[in-house]
Structures are given as structure tokens and as C-alpha cells.
């Protein structure tokens, strides 16, 4: 088996070698370092076991549980024999690009994009594949891991649709059991898709519901609730969990002091700043980025 290209650099994970997605068994013994990373990725339990720690807590790990984790999201794993677990690694900005579609199916949005940040889950989402599933994703990553031999310009349709069929699995899982699922029967609602968009993309932006409603052509108490069934949080709340995010990402790769850093994503009061990205990550900004720093570049 070759090496995979993924290395943990002062507990930080990069994916060494350029590529959109990754799958890959890890096997670990004892213990595996608390680290971050600015990639999507869904570990898989297929073998030994294990827990994972997390803000969230200790986890005891059992073969089909699988673990979601937005970029940003620190964990590692601990008492571990034999822990096989089947990596999947993908960059943000396939998720913005090519995977961006997902925000409009209800179960792969709340996948990717709404269920992470929902019920307090600080960027985390874990699932239960029952045995045919857990066999039909090994199919699905296996192949993502062998087009990691092929040349990628040739190949990215295989790529994105063997990580779509993956995906697909994973986020049936995530929903069969929960009680803030968003309404599986039609595609999500246009104006809350606009409405993530509109956020994301202007975060810096000192947003208003008001403000947010207007853009849309709605009035605010039918935006709050047509965006909260579809996604398990109010507009304001799920800005506040995407300028974390934003935040930790600028933290890990520049060297832009923590005050600008707080402006840039939309929060110029320090104090407030400060209290919502401890409430994110359950570390400071300066804990966060004195613990993960790393000046190289990730996907």
C-alpha cells in the first residue's frame, strides 16, 4: 500500500499532494495527537476500536460509526487497538464549487452544510451505518483511493461522483435517528439557499435580519422560520458559525493580528469576538492558533 498523502505537521493535517478529495485506511494504535485541519473530512470505523476525543467529549468508537468534521473542527483519538478507520478528505473549495448543489438537497445540505453547526455540535456530525451500508461505502472509498493513481484532470467527474455516492450514505444515516432533520420531501427552500449564499459570501458584512429579509424579498419572521426548518438554526446564528470557522481558517494560515482577523469576519468588538470563538472551539484565539499554527498552505 502506498503512503497516503496526508502528514500531521505540529498538529495540523495536510494533504500533501494537491488533491480535490483522499480516502485511505489509518490505522492507530494508543493514541493519535490532538490536530486540526482546513479540509472536510468523514472518518469511518471499519475495524478495532477506539475513542474519539473531541470539544464535544469522548467518544467510544464501534465498527460503522462514522464522524463528520467541518475545516476547523480539532480532534484526535485515544486507548485506541487496532483502530482501522477509512479517511475521507476533501477540500473546501470543492465543497464551494462543485459540491455546492448540496446545499439544495435537504439531506446532503444538512450533511455538509447545516447539521455540523446545529444542536450545539461545534462542527461535528456522527452517524451509524448499519452493515450493507458501511459495505457500499468501502466500495465507494476504495475507489475514490484507487483514482488517487489517475490523472486527476481526466478523472474529476469519477472523483465527485464516487464522493457524492459516499456522501450519500453517510448523510441517510445522519438523519434516520435525529429529531432536527429538515423536511427530506423537496428540494431546500430557494430563498434560504440565497440566503446561506448572501452570508457566507459577505461575512464581514454587519447583517441585520432586517436587513437579510429585505435582500430576499421576505418578511423577517418568514425567513427565520422557512431557514430554521430547513437548517436547525436562524440566519444570525448560522452566520456566527461560519465567521468561527472563517476566523479559525485566517488564524491557521496568516499571521494577521487577532483584532483584524475579528474585523474581517464581521466581528470588530474584540470582547465579542473573543467570547464567540471560545463558545466555537472551546479555546481562545490565541490558544487556537499557538496550538495549530502552521504557515504552509492548505487545501
Known sequence: M????????????????????????????????????????????????????????RKKLEVGD?????????????????????NCCFSNDLLQRELAWTREDPLLGYLLW???????????????????????????LD??????????????????????????????????????????NGPTHPAVVEAMRLLESRLAHNWTLNELADELHLAPRYLIRVFKAATGLPPMAYLAQHRAERAATLLLHTDQPITQIGQSVGWADQNYFARRFKAHYGLTATTYRQRFTHRKVLL
Open 2 to 57: 502506498s503512503e497516503p498523502p496526508v502528514d500531521l505537521i505540529k498538529g495540523q493535517v495536510y494533504i500533501t499532494d494537491g488533491s480535490v478529495a483522499y480516502a485511505g485506511h489509518h490505522i492507530h494504535e494508543r493514541s493519535h495527537p490532538i490536530h486540526t485541519h482546513s479540509f472536510m473530512e468523514v472518518a469511518v470505523v471499519t475495524g478495532g476500536q477506539g475513542v474519539h476525543r473531541s470539544l464535544t467529549g
Open 66 to 86: 462514522a464522524i463528520l468534521l467541518r475545516p476547523g473542527v480539532w480532534h484526535g483519538y485515544e486507548d485506541c487497538l487496532d483502530l482501522d478507520l477509512h
Open 114 to 140: 447545516t447539521g455540523p453547526h446545529s444542536m450545539q455540535r461545534r462542527g461535528m456530525l456522527t452517524a451509524r451505518l448499519d452493515a450493507q451500508a458501511l459495505k457500499e461505502c468501502a466500495i465507494h
Open 143 to 184: 475507489a475514490l483511493g484507487r483514482l488517487r493513481k489517475e490523472p486527476a484532470g481526466e478523472h474529476r467527474g469519477d472523483i465527485i461522483g464516487r464522493l457524492s455516492l459516499f456522501l450519500s450514505h453517510v448523510a441517510r444515516a445522519a438523519v434516520a435517528d435525529l429529531g432536527d432533520v429538515p423536511d427530506r
